[in-house]
């Protein structure tokens, strides 16, 4: 029997973590942790796959939706085998360990989640088993006598650096999981490679369905746009802030601004980074020969940058134009870029240009939909506040468009096809669609804790 259970990242873009049984086989897909929740709220409930097999975790990516509840799945499950490619162990090193303190001030004291500890992370770190891109490996189950052998594979899902599409072949069985999937290229990063093959089940990520590309520019376009408004800007004398994630957006958009400068499309100025972007900026150029990248010669190293931890007060970033790139990319309460966004919008001459989707509950996406001279609350309990400072939204998505997915479920043409990762307006318009421009295809909208026999 294959049974597939949604442990969270349903019906909403959450803690992606979901249970596959393929004929007695547990496979665990991400352990993610909710970027919106704090504390035991944020993990998914491990607790409903306590009766099932679980004898690997596959990890797609480093975002913290993917990743970030790791060290708890294996505190829950201490022998379960760890793999993810080598690009994502190294950038896993990096973030979970940045999350240790991090979590040791966010839990509050009767909270049951518990801080884990740079040891256990450095133990965990190890026993990740890594496999490059498209290199099959068996995953054996011998739980209740059942020795049936799932063949995995890791395939370039050009969403950051090395994001992974999840491949399971068993032999009465395929399916494939998408994680965050990018069909088009980035700056950097190059389209997805998707296996040209049948599956009998897709797992397909939707957080853009809801988007109308129409309304869109490409990337090279919406690239000049941005040139454009910065020098408006910084010629006026502002600084401009654009709130990032460390991973991936940030690599992008560096790359993108520091091109556009030496092109002469922008006007030269300082670039303030920092913290754990720029480390995980450190490994897209260690890796940058082994993976597929647009421009293999680019090096982060090569890009003048100033730290912004350096800076003694906020006043010293816009008392010169500069650009600021800074996380975290929704601007969550009490980040870098939630307390800049307090200072800036105050501030006539200066911008604010947000570059990715935004959460319909996050400050980000309140900053990103206010309009200038109008009040705006960042959060549900903070003060209004009047919108001084100019605001830009671009479209510089990490994630496939709808024609993209289409795409996705034209070159796996699968039977079934289960929506996830997205809010319930885009799992709607793609459900819509692949019924309409694939008969015959069945499609399920995931739910948490509700198995879908396949
Ligand atoms: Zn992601």
Not at 342 to 347: G, I, R, V
Request: glycine share 8%.
């Amino acid at each position: 029997m294959i049974r597939f259970l949604p442990v969270g990242g349903a019906g909403e873009i959450g803690a992606s973590c979901f249970h596959v049984d393929l004929e007695g086989t547990g496979i665990i897909l991400d352990a993610g942790m909710h970027p919106r929740k704090k504390g035991a709220d944020s993990v998914p409930n491990f607790n409903m796959m306590n009766d099932l097999p679980v004898d690997a975790v596959l990890i797609s990516h480093a975002h913290e939706d993917h990743i970030g509840s790791l060290p708890y799945l294996v505190q829950r499950f201490p022998y379960l085998r760890i793999v993810a490619t080598p690009q994502t162990r190294a950038i896993a090193e990096l973030t979970l360990h940045n999350s240790v303190s991090i979590l040791q001030e966010e839990l509050a004291e009767d909270d049951p989640l518990r801080p884990y500890t740079h040891e256990e992370i450095d133990l965990l770190i190890q026993s990740i088993e890594y496999h490059a891109y498209e290199e099959r490996f068996d995953i054996n189950s011998y739980q209740n006598g059942n020795n049936s052998t799932v063949r995995a594979s890791f395939w370039d899902a050009g969403h950051v650096i090395g994001s992974a599409g999840i491949l399971l072949e068993h032999d009465h069985h395929t399916m494939f999981y998408t994680g965050d999937v990018k069909m088009r290229n980035q700056t950097l990063t190059r389209g997805a490679q998707i296996p040209h093959m049948h599956v009998d089940t897709l797992l397909l990520e939707c957080t853009q369905g809801a988007a109308d590309p129409s309304t869109f520019l490409e990337w090279e376009d919406e690239a000049q746009r941005f040139a454009q408004l910065s020098n408006d800007v910084i010629e006026k004398g502002g600084s401009i802030l654009i709130p990032v994630f460390a991973l991936g957006k940030m690599q992008e958009m560096l790359a993108m601004i520091w091109k556009l400068m030496e092109q002469g499309a922008m006007v030269k100025t300082d670039i303030y980074t920092g913290g754990i972007a720029r480390k995980i900026c450190a490994v897209y150029d260690r890796n940058r020969y082994v993976v597929r990248r647009m421009d293999k010669e680019f090096e982060f190293a090569d890009v003048v940058q100033r730290d912004i931890f350096e800076i003694e007060r906020m006043e010293e970033l816009v008392q010169h134009p500069s650009i600021i790139l800074a996380t975290s990319g929704m601007m969550v309460e009490g980040t870098l870029s939630f307390k800049l966004a307090q200072h800036w919008l105050n501030q006539r001459h200066h911008a604010i240009f947000t570059v990715g989707y935004m959460d319909p509950d996050t400050p980000g996406y309140r900053i990103a939909t206010a309009q200038r001279g109008k009040e705006i609350q960042l959060t549900d309990f903070s003060q209004p506040q009047q919108v001084r400072c100019a605001i830009e939204r671009f479209h510089f998505t990490a994630h496939s468009m709808r024609d993209g997915l289409i795409d996705i479920v034209r070159r796996t043409t699968p039977n079934r096809v289960i929506l996830i990762h997205g809010e319930p307006e885009a799992i709607d318009w793609m459900g819509f669609s692949i019924l309409k421009d694939f008969p015959g295809t069945k499609v399920h909208a995931a739910e948490i804790g509700k198995v879908i026999e396949v």
